[in-house]
């Protein structure tokens, strides 16, 4: 299914190809200064130039020695939407590099840019949330993230943005909540991530089942997926992606460590389609899979429909991958234990 996607293009009136070129030693500090310049402009052919210059990390150093971030900074409240565009797109390309990474760190960009969260220009909102994303690849960024509440205000905009910021915000809560996960289960962040287990988008049916895996490291994420999930994880274990499969297989093997999660994987189902990825040899989720059945197969319920299943395991043993030969050995054992 084709959706709309955002445009990044320019209004008619502003021919970056006109823009003024500086030269030389002078030419970061004379496009600082017309950012300053009262001219509308002047500002929005400095920010083209800059948009082109930042693509150079060794240009990026140099803009944040002389000050650059303070002044984007404030332009990022500008009333023109162009000056907003190129800003975010500028703060967005040097959050490519990690010199630019360790820049908006330091320079407080994180929060400054929570403000464009309720930008009324769509591309002017996906460059902060692509911003957002890069930044919070670094454990330190997703701290920065975490530390300027901004968790709260994802995940309430993962019911009202586009599918493309969508992807991107999902891609930011994957990396943040890996670190920390109570503020977005505070704000019922698991109920939003079911409804998003079953969307048409295959991407966010992936990205969303990777946020509850990283949700599920934490204890008390375990109990939030045990209670809501569960059921549709399982169904996503026979989803045509792999990528889907893998991510909601990695969610269910987390949730399953709890009794709770046994009992209600147990009751959804989980074992058929979990034996046929453990059969398929090039499957993505096979060690999840084999993990979770051993967890299934410590209730006795579970145990007793996988006695009948052990040759699915023995096959493992032969694998060319050490983990999973480990991980069927344990299953095995673990199946045929007798009390």
Not at 168 to 186: F, G, K, M, P, Y
Not at 300 to 319: A, I, K, S, V, W
Request: charged residues 20%; contains cysteine.
């Amino acid at each position: 299914m084709a959706h709309a996607r955002i445009s990044a293009n320019l209004t008619p009136d502003i021919d970056p190809t006109k823009a003024p070129i500086a030269f030389g030693k002078r030419a970061l500090p004379k496009l600082n200064e017309e950012l300053q310049s009262p001219e509308l402009l002047t500002q929005q052919r400095a920010l083209m130039v800059l948009c082109d210059l930042v693509h150079d990390p060794e240009k990026v150093y140099q803009a944040i020695e002389i000050g650059f971030l303070d002044n984007l900074k404030t332009l990022l409240l500008h009333h023109d939407s162009t000056v907003r565009q190129k800003t975010t797109q500028i703060l967005y390309i040097m959050a490519m590099h990690n010199v630019g990474r360790q820049g908006l760190i330091q320079n407080g960009v994180i929060s400054a840019l929570a403000e464009h969260l309720d930008d009324p220009v769509d591309i002017c909102r996906k460059n902060t949330h692509q911003v957002f994303e890069m930044m919070s690849k670094l454990p330190e960024g997703a701290v920065g993230v975490l530390h300027a509440g901004l968790i709260p205000l994802l995940v309430f905009k993962l019911k009202t943005e586009p599918e493309e910021i969508q992807e991107l915000i999902l891609d930011t809560l994957s990396n943040c909540l890996r670190v920390e996960a109570s503020e977005a289960l505070a704000t019922g962040v698991v109920t939003i991530l079911k409804e998003k287990l079953t969307h048409s988008s295959l991407a966010i049916r992936s990205k969303a089942a990777h946020v509850l895996l990283e949700i599920g490291t934490h204890p008390e994420g375990k109990s939030a997926v045990c209670e809501e999930v569960i059921p549709v994880l399982v169904s996503l274990v026979e989803d045509t992606d792999p990528e889907v499969q893998a991510s909601a297989t990695g969610a269910l093997m987390f949730a399953t460590i709890k009794p709770q999660g046994r009992f209600s994987a147990l009751g959804a189902k989980a074992i058929p389609p979990l034996l046929k990825l453990v059969a398929e040899e090039t499957s993505k989720a096979r060690l999840s899979a084999i993990k979770t059945l051993t967890m299934l197969a410590e209730v006795p319920e579970g145990r007793r429909t996988l006695l009948h299943h052990t040759d699915t395991f023995q096959q493992c043993l032969n694998d060319p991958c050490e983990a999973v030969k480990t991980a069927a050995k344990i299953a095995i054992s673990v199946i045929q234990w007798k009390p």
